[in-house]
């Protein structure tokens, strides 16, 4: 179950891809909330879930829907210019930025190992966005990847401000609950800008792409990673997160013709040698 997850969400990037093609970031992800969350209610219902919160649960909930909101649309607006397997690789320096975020904001240490993880994998990620051409700058100005790198940031933010939310409640309650915010704040946004043009024009390949994005992306992906979660515990199961850039690349590469070089493999092996460096001691 945990490796169907990680295959489950490595392809969404290839999805979100396909889709942005003939829609925006509000489009996507307005229709991908309206589409998955009742999959997702439904799936609570069938396992008895009860959605229990009180009143101090209220600022976490808020605070968490607000950024995995943005997280989306950040990382959806970065798809635009960038690749799939590049929004892989990047995406997969998360718990780095999460340790950043701890340390800054929960006191928690980084240690030599984390140091020493975010350094490689900063090494990688400058490979992967420049391409392999460190003697021009026009690298900086690719404006996806650092969008997609951004996204992993806000992904961490996230985890910080509902990790508390997360220790007292049941986590496929918090991830509904924090969700059906995001869609509330993303309906806004759909109902003032959205191209319903677009929309209705939706090509049988963008509507798959669409449906699973909505279902096994949002709804069966979080089954199946907490009863793996369940069952192995957390360390365990954050281990076969590292094999989710590969299963982007892996679908990625055959389906949409991207590239893969030799900077890619060096740049994403990089970057996947600093997390698994970064989190070693602590695993």
């Known amino acids: 179950m945990l490796l169907l997850a990680v295959v489950i969400w490595g392809w969404t990037f290839v999805a979100t891809k396909i889709l942005v093609a ?102 990688g990620i400058v490979l992967l966005v420049s391409r392999g051409d460190l003697a ?6 690719s404006g996806g ?15 910080v401000a509902t990790r508390n939310l997360v220790r007292r409640r049941h986590p496929l309650a918090v991830t509904f609950a924090v969700l059906l915010v995001a869609t509330a704040l993303t309906a806004v946004l759909f109902v003032a800008s959205a191209d319903l043009d677009a929309v209705r024009a939706l090509s049988p390949r963008g509507l798959l792409a669409l449906l699973y994005l909505a279902i096994p992306g949002l709804a069966l992906g979080q089954w199946f990673w907490h009863e793996g979660v369940a069952s192995l515990g957390a360390s365990r199961a954050g281990l076969y997160l590292y094999l989710e850039p590969i299963a982007t690349m892996a679908l990625a590469v055959p389906l949409l013709g991207e590239p893969f070089g030799p900077f890619v493999a060096l740049g994403g092996g990089l970057v996947l040698a600093g997390v698994i460096l970064g989190q070693g001691r602590r695993a």
């Open 145 to 159: 990847d650092w969008l997609v790198l951004a996204s992993a940031h806000t992904w961490a933010l996230y985890a």
């Open 22 to 123: 003939e829609l925006g970031p509000v489009e996507v992800l307005g229709l991908r909330l309206a589409i998955g969350l009742p999959f997702l209610g439904a799936l609570l219902l069938g396992k008895r879930v009860a959605l229990r919160f009180t009143r101090e649960d209220l600022p976490a909930l808020l605070v968490g829907g607000t950024i995995l909101a943005l997280h989306f649309l950040v990382q959806i607006a970065g798809l635009v210019t960038t690749t799939a397997t590049n929004t892989g690789w990047l995406i997969s320096v998360s718990p780095l930025a999460l340790a950043v975020l701890s340390f800054l904001f929960l006191g928690e240490r980084i240690g030599r190992a984390g140091v020493a993880g975010i350094a490689v994998a900063t090494l």
């Open 136 to 141: 021009s700058l026009g690298w900086l100005r």
